[in-house]
């Protein structure tokens, strides 16, 4: 659900997407992405939300492992789909996450 | 929808939600919120979409305006009715965005 992360400071990468209408093999692709990210060395965690837009928030330990997914060759494939038939628009934010708090009841 | 920033480096939160049970009131403060968000100085935009976890990123000019918002007595009282009604769980992460590209069709 909320990925719980270790010390700060770690890095995140916010995806946020608007879909074409062309969804074939779009969910089967993400959960594929979602599964291949989660054993990527410097994995911290994932979450993830579509309704309007969709916003995809993975978490990693530097950089390094950041630029390290995004030239998995799987990965890639899946960039490329995406820009060819799945997404009408995205934008990548790559952060330092600097502070944070958390509340559980 | 996707929000568009200006000049690198900016400022993202990431809040990070699970709903309680008790949402009565929540929608009216969310919205409301969203339209004091707006008025802030410092804020350039925010994108939100909630499933099994709510994801609300809002980006700002740099930390004094994250802080002022913080601050915000209205918020401060929405903030404490979260805690109190509306959320089981939440995390707030403060994030500086270092880099970012864009696709659109």
């Known amino acids: 659900m909320i990925a719980s992360n270790p ?5 995140a990468v ?3 997407s608007v879909k074409s209408s062309h969804s074939e093999g779009y969910s089967e692709m993400a959960e594929a992405m979602h599964k291949l990210a989660a ?6 965690g994932v979450e993830s939300a579509r309704e309007e837009v969709g916003i995809t928030v993975s978490y990693w330990k530097d950089l ?10 799987q990965h890639l494939l899946a960039q490329k789909k995406g820009r060819e038939q799945w997404y009408s628009q995205y934008k990548t934010r790559i952060c ?7 509340f559980e009841q």
Chains 1, 2 share one sequence.
């Open 14 to 16: 916010i995806f946020t």
């Open 7 to 11: 010390d700060i400071p770690y890095y």
């Open 64 to 73: 390094e492992s950041i630029k390290q997914w995004k030239l998995n060759s």
């Open 96 to 102: 330092r996450v600097e502070r944070e708090y958390s």
């Open 39 to 44: 054993q990527q060395s410097g994995f911290l």
